[in-house]
């Protein structure tokens, strides 16, 4: 298991990340994974920050099923709580 302490760490990293391809937009979606290898997480790590975002509502999901290529066939945005997260952070 992941220290807690570890996974609010990544997921402000990850949220950052997220906000920057997205460029602030919430209607843009990614999969959960292609941003977790970007910032270097292995698969349990992405999972856990992903879980912690989506139970702070700082991501939502969208299925996208007719994309073959997805591994969980669904997408994550940012939110716009999550948005404001990161802004305040660069403030």
Do not use: C, H, W
């Not at 979606?29 to 992405?46: A, N, Q, R, S």
């Amino acid at each position: 298991m992941i220290p807690m302490e570890e996974i609010r760490k990544k997921s402000s990293e990850f949220l950052l990340k997220l906000y920057y391809k997205s460029k602030g937009n919430v209607n843009k979606f990614f999969p959960v994974y292609e941003i977790g290898e970007e910032l270097g997480f292995d698969k349990d790590l992405t999972k856990e920050v992903e879980e912690y975002l989506k139970s702070k509502e700082k991501i939502e999901y969208r299925a996208f099923t007719d994309d073959p290529k997805l591994e969980l066939g669904y997408k994550i945005s940012i939110t716009l709580e999550g948005i404001r997260q990161v802004e305040e952070s660069l403030k």
